[in-house]
């Protein structure tokens, strides 16, 4: 997929305040400072389409931004550690919970983890919540050109193979790297075929 256009469309904090559900979309999530927004400015080949920080927790809106005018990607709040108020964060997890489990054109939830990472139980819990709500998601190892090629390899093994322990199937799975754009290619292409299925739900019948 060659991406020509990228633009920002909205913030909100409700669902239906969300744009029309007309095209296909997908929404990028993972714990505060995994490289949410690096990995969206990768993809769209953009330097501040996403917002980048330091400080944890930047992003607090359910925010769209609309592809080669035909499709949606929605950066979300982190999960797990940033500073905030208890209120806050209940506030974002009520937020993100109405998203995901109201949104009719969702097709994906791109989960974002740190490659560089032991599997940690804050993303093993709400990939379980994705589960138990039927929302389906695909997983993006993030962070590669941290650390080796192998070790980037092996983590993301051992991540796996602790799913395997509750989950039946496994879905697709990326490592990247926003430095070196490792994944890009592949993700792009996976969210191409996605996109054509969903414009073309006949084609996808045959």
């Known amino acids: 997929m060659d991406i020509k256009s990228a633009t920002y469309l909205i913030s909100n904090v409700r669902v239906d305040a969300c744009p029309t559900p007309d095209m296909p979309e997908f929404a990028f999530i993972g714990r505060s400072n995994v490289g949410k927004s690096s990995l969206i400015n990768m993809l769209t080949s953009s330097t501040k389409l996403a917002k980048v920080s330091s400080n944890p927790g930047k992003t607090q809106t359910i925010n769209h931004f609309i592809i080669n005018k035909n499709w949606y990607l929605v950066d979300l709040p982190g999960y797990g550690y940033a500073k905030v108020s ?46 138990e709500w039927k929302v389906p998601f695909n997983i993006v190892f993030t962070k590669a050109d941290k650390i080796t090629q192998r070790e980037a390899s092996k983590n993301a093994k051992q991540f796996i193979e602790t799913m395997r322990q509750e989950w039946q199937f496994i879905p697709r799975s990326f490592i990247t790297s926003t430095v070196k754009h490792l994944g890009k290619k592949e993700l792009l292409g996976y969210l191409d075929e996605m996109i054509f299925d969903w414009h073309n739900p006949e084609a996808e019948e045959h």
């Open 86 to 131: 208890q209120t806050q964060r209940a506030a974002w997890q009520k937020m993100i919970a109405n998203y995901l489990q109201k949104r009719e054109n969702l097709v994906t939830v791109f989960v974002l983890i740190d490659v560089r990472l032991k599997p940690q139980k804050n993303d093993l819990d709400f990939l379980a919540q994705l589960g």
